[in-house]
């Protein structure tokens, strides 16, 4: 007889899966609560991981901790069981984010083949090669966000050039306000090989001396001895958007970046990504195309052909996991 909910051993290695989610300067902004009685497993954003400076709407959390169901999903579709998602239930308590059931599945879902990609996938801030990405695999990838009930728009050229002067006026932006670049320091400069969160030296990527890839340069943190390169000249950067620009289509858009980001993995592609234009609203509606059925960009995606990424570190399990 199949077992009407997860074991916990089960759960918590789904959760081990989630965890590896990206998250904005990898500031792990998640706890999850197992009810094993009822099955419920709940997503609740960590308080003391906000970002009121950089990301005051806490947008770019939602996208985060989205990520992070959609891979406890895959997880929980490879192991038989199918996620059933209820998005912000309690509109009276805004950090409960979500609350995830679960079923024996009746098929194999599809995504559960995007497993492997879980832990291989990692941000890349090194240059891509110059070689093109394939228009199947972009259609595919197109096909992900879709199936997440996002949108994927592959930037064109002059698109390019558009979102590039965001980003450059964010640049801008952030060097002159010192409250954002001391809590973007909080989790860049300040942090070391050995901590658990943050973005450590080694995946800071080198400082970019010639090209157009959007590659942030984080304030602090020896910048001047990490060397410099040359990046694409002609970057291939998507943005991901949605319709409506609710905390709910936050996490959707979240859920709809790592089904991108994994299939990509799966497809041979390095991935990394940007939301430093769209983290001052004055400048987020610059990125978003004109000619799109999506009105609310929510990330920028730069894919390519690189080397490997090395993987950043994540918060043990047990730090960010209950059990009852």
Known sequence: MTARTPDTTSLTAWVADAVQAPSMHNAQPWLFHYERARGALALRMDPTRTMPRSDPSTRGLHLGCGAALFNLRVAAADAGWEARITARPDPADPELLAVAGFVPA???????GLRPAVLRRHTSRVPFSDEPVPEELLDGLRGAAVAEGARLDVADD?????VLTAVWDAERAEELSPQVREEIARWTADRDASAPDGIPPYARGLRRHDGRAPVRDFPGGGAGDRGAAVYEPAPCLAVLGTRRDEPEDW????????????QATLDGLATSLNSQALEWPELRWLVRDP?????????VIRLGYGPEAPATPRRAVSEVLTVA
């Open 106 to 112: 009746r098929d194999r879902d599809d995504i559960a």
């Open 158 to 162: 002059w698109r390019v050039r558009e």
């Open 251 to 262: 996490l959707r858009a979240g859920q709809a970046m790592q089904r991108v980001l994994l």
């Open 291 to 299: 000619r799109s059925r999506t009105a609310h960009p929510q990330i």
